[in-house]
């Protein structure tokens, strides 16, 4: 097959998107133009923008007298829930770098990637106090948090209306806001430094090729925060836009149907082609009013072809594959108004250049 060295972008980067000086700005954005919005609905718990806001300025204060700044880490060891969403921006708030770990792993397995990490705090749930308290004692990090039912509750600071962020002391774009780790595929998975910079930059691509309508996008996202499509996609995006985001905290393809229908979602921030294929065998499917949706992204996996013409058919909106890499996602999407390529990852996202090479 021949293809041409050096494959471009085919549509330049929308400067006519809201612009911030850091992820956090951007988070301010939202809660000063949406406060009275659902910012997160999980099952029965909700927190609008205004609460959020409250609630991260809140944290921050505690990670600030645990010695969070510009130079420090916070780990995170937490599955998706509003506390976690509240502790991600919370930590880049006080100009540290957040480093969300999977709280799935084995304590071996957290010994071995958090090797040279180090942290003055980190922050679990319940599920994974007694496993993060052993990485803070092995890692010897000052400071355990734990957020939520058994822990820190956000109730008071929810409610506290003197409670905001201070904006002279918020980061700028070059100051390190996430470490985030591959896969692993070549051993131990190795931390990767993101900027603000680069995160916003990479949220105006995703809102350049999927184009968003603020204050009236409803997301759905069953992929975890600490991966970089859960994160960067479907944790940021709908701030950017000043959505509201539904969580459901596991796959159940049941539940991820009903919440599809019930909350009336326009973005299914889905993923690889098994949770589609969960879906489509639900046997709520047939009956559950889709016709909110307008965008069905995949990755991690290709979509069958099958897959993509039952998805069509029974919904009336293209799942749009994508392809990125925890160091530098997104590379390509596939646009939902150009012209598409059945099996293809499609064309390059605005500001960035691929080369294909042979090993040699």
Same mark, same amino acid.
Request: net charge neutral; with cysteine.
């Given at each position: 097959?021949?293809?041409?060295?050096?494959?471009?972008?085919?549509?330049?980067?929308?400067?006519?998107?809201?612009?911030? %000086?850091?992820?956090?700005?951007?988070?301010?954005?939202?809660?000063?133009?949406?406060?009275?919005?659902?910012?997160?609905?999980?099952?029965?718990?909700?927190?609008?923008?205004?609460?959020?806001?409250?609630?991260?300025?809140?944290?921050?204060?505690?990670?600030?007298?645990?010695?969070?700044?510009?130079?420090?880490?916070?780990? *995170?060891?937490?599955?998706?829930?509003?506390?976690?969403?509240?502790?991600?921006?919370?930590?880049? $708030?006080?100009?540290?770098?957040?480093?969300?770990?999977?709280?799935?792993?084995?304590?071996?397995?957290?010994?071995?990637?958090?090797?040279?990490?180090? $942290?003055?705090?980190?922050?679990?749930?319940?599920?994974?106090?007694?496993? $993060?308290?052993?990485?803070?004692?092995?890692?010897?990090?000052?400071?355990?948090?734990?957020?939520?039912?058994?822990?820190?509750?956000?109730?008071?600071?929810?409610?506290?209306?003197?409670? %905001?962020?201070?904006?002279?002391? *918020?980061?700028?774009?070059?100051?390190?806001?996430?470490?985030?780790?591959?896969?692993?595929?070549?051993?131990?998975?190795?931390?990767?430094?993101?900027?603000?910079?680069?995160?916003?930059?990479?949220?105006?691509?995703?809102?350049?090729?999927?184009?968003?309508?603020?204050?009236?996008?409803?997301?759905?996202?069953?992929?975890?925060?600490?991966?970089?499509?859960?994160?960067?996609?479907?944790?940021?995006?709908?701030?950017?836009?000043?959505?509201?985001?539904?969580?459901?905290?596991?796959?159940?393809?049941?539940?991820?149907?009903?919440?599809?229908?019930?909350?009336?979602?326009?973005?299914?921030?889905?993923?690889?082609?098994?949770?589609?294929?969960?879906?489509?065998?639900?046997?709520?499917? $047939?009956?559950?009013?889709?016709?909110?949706?307008?965008?069905?992204?995949?990755?991690?996996?290709?979509?069958?072809?099958? *897959?993509?013409?039952?998805?069509?058919?029974?919904?009336?909106?293209?799942?749009?594959?994508?392809?990125?890499?925890? %160091?530098?996602?997104?590379?390509?999407?596939?646009?939902?108004?150009?012209?598409?390529?059945?099996?293809?990852?499609?064309?390059?996202?605005?500001?960035?250049?691929?080369?294909?090479?042979?090993?040699?």
């Amino acid at each position: 097959m021949t293809v041409p060295s050096h494959i471009r972008a085919p549509q330049p980067l929308n400067t006519a998107l809201p612009q911030h %000086e850091s992820l956090v700005h951007m988070f301010v954005a939202a809660v000063e133009a949406q406060p009275d919005l659902p910012a997160i609905i999980l099952e029965q718990q909700r927190i609008t923008y205004a609460e959020f806001g409250r609630a991260v300025a809140g944290l921050v204060k505690r990670l600030e007298d645990a010695g969070a700044k510009r130079g420090e880490r916070v780990i *995170l060891l937490m599955a998706n829930s509003i506390e976690m969403d509240v502790a991600l921006t919370a930590v880049m $708030a006080t100009c540290a770098q957040v480093a969300p770990i999977n709280p799935f792993l084995t304590l071996p397995e957290l010994k071995k990637q958090l090797g040279d990490v180090q $942290a003055c705090a980190i922050i679990s749930d319940k599920l994974s106090e007694e496993k $993060a308290g052993q990485v803070a004692a092995q890692f010897a990090i000052p400071t355990h948090l734990t957020l939520g039912a058994g822990g820190i509750k956000l109730d008071a600071w929810k409610a506290d209306k003197t409670l %905001e962020l201070d904006r002279a002391r *918020l980061p700028n774009l070059d100051d390190l806001a996430l470490l985030i780790f591959t896969g692993g595929t070549t051993g131990v998975p190795k931390g990767v430094n993101h900027t603000h910079r680069g995160l916003l930059y990479s949220v105006l691509q995703h809102v350049t090729v999927w184009p968003c309508r603020f204050r009236e996008e409803r997301f759905l996202n069953v992929a975890p925060m600490f991966h970089i499509w859960g994160l960067a996609y479907s944790t940021w995006v709908p701030i950017y836009t000043h959505s509201t985001l539904v969580m459901v905290p596991r796959y159940v393809a049941d539940k991820v149907v009903q919440g599809l229908a019930d909350h009336k979602i326009t973005v299914f921030a889905g993923g690889p082609a098994p949770i589609y294929m969960g879906l489509l065998t639900s046997p709520r499917f $047939a009956k559950a009013d889709l016709s909110h949706l307008r965008y069905c992204p995949s990755g991690g996996a290709p979509c069958p072809e099958e *897959l993509h013409r039952e998805w069509l058919e029974k919904t009336g909106q293209p799942i749009l594959e994508g392809w990125g890499m925890t %160091e530098g996602a997104p590379f390509c999407l596939n646009t939902y108004s150009g012209k598409r390529k059945l099996l293809s990852v499609g064309n390059p996202v605005p500001g960035t250049e691929l080369q294909v090479v042979d090993l040699e």
